[in-house]
T-cell receptor
Framework: GAGVSQSPSNKVTEKGKDVELRCDPI?????LYWYRQSLGQGLEFLIY????????KSGLPSDRFSAERTGGSVSTLTIQRTQQEDSAVYLC?????????????FGPGTRLTVL | RKEVEQDPGPFNVPEGATVAFNCTYS??????FFWYRQDCRKEPKLLMS???SGNEDGRFTAQLNRASQYISLLIRDSKLSDSATYLC????????????FGEGTQLTVNP
């Protein structure tokens, strides 16, 4: 079956522009996560959606970052007024069960470069 | 102190070698533990969960020591295809439902 998909695969933008990154989780997965990974670094948690519950936004680094999940499926991560330090690979993952119980399946990521 | 710390690596070993990775975690309330594998420029994938009694999957053995807050991964008879970065991952209720990833240990298996 289809895995987690993300688009675009690569995004180059100018400092100060807004970007939207999209994630399509595996069908039926109730949990969805966003992470970012800078070059040579580990994964940094950004935000977690579980069903209809309020999202866990504790990892968002600033108010320039926001995310939504429409209809319990597709999610969009928006970065406003991008900065060079936002350059990273943004990974989306989904799981059938909540974190800690179910395996997280990752998408291929969106590589964001802010010039 | 980081929540999850791993051997910095990189590890370079010959084919057939046995290699062990160590990981420590700071949150004593942590409840679930995993090893993920990440190939170069690819997404992470679950390698194995880590259970209290220790568990084995083929050439891979994971151990957990709750008293020392320590997790290990042992790879026996390493193959070229084992070359990757190995991520130690921890979940605790006090951190909500998110997983905390270590920065990973890079392994290169040489012919």
């Amino acid at each position: 079956g289809a895995g987690v998909s993300q688009s675009p695969s690569n995004k180059v933008t100018e400092k100060g522009k807004d970007v939207e990154l999209r994630c399509d989780p595996i069908s039926g997965h109730t949990a969805l996560y966003w992470y970012r990974q800078s070059l040579g670094q580990g994964l940094e948690f950004l935000i977690y959606f579980q069903g209809n519950s309020a999202p866990d936004k504790s990892g968002l680094p600033s108010d320039r970052f926001s995310a939504e999940r429409t209809g319990g499926s597709v999610s969009t991560l928006t970065i406003q007024r991008t900065q060079q330090e936002d350059s990273a690979v943004y990974l989306c993952a989904s799981s059938l069960l909540p974190s800690g119980v179910g395996e997280q399946f990752f998408g291929p990521g969106t590589r964001l470069t802010v010039l | 102190r980081k929540e999850v710390e791993q051997d910095p690596g990189p590890f370079n070993v010959p084919e057939g070698a046995t290699v062990a990775f160590n990981c420590t975690y700071s949150n004593s309330a942590s409840q679930s533990f995993f090893w993920y594998r990440q190939d170069c420029r690819k997404e992470p994938k679950l390698l194995m969960s880590v259970y209290s009694s220790g568990n084995e999957d083929g050439r891979f053995t994971a151990q957990l020591n709750r008293a020392s807050q320590y997790i290990s991964l042992l790879i026996r008879d390493s193959k070229l295809s084992d070359s990757a970065t190995y991520l130690c991952v921890v979940n605790s209720e006090t951190s909500g439902s998110r997983l905390t990833f270590g920065e990973g240990t890079q392994l290169t298996v040489n012919p």
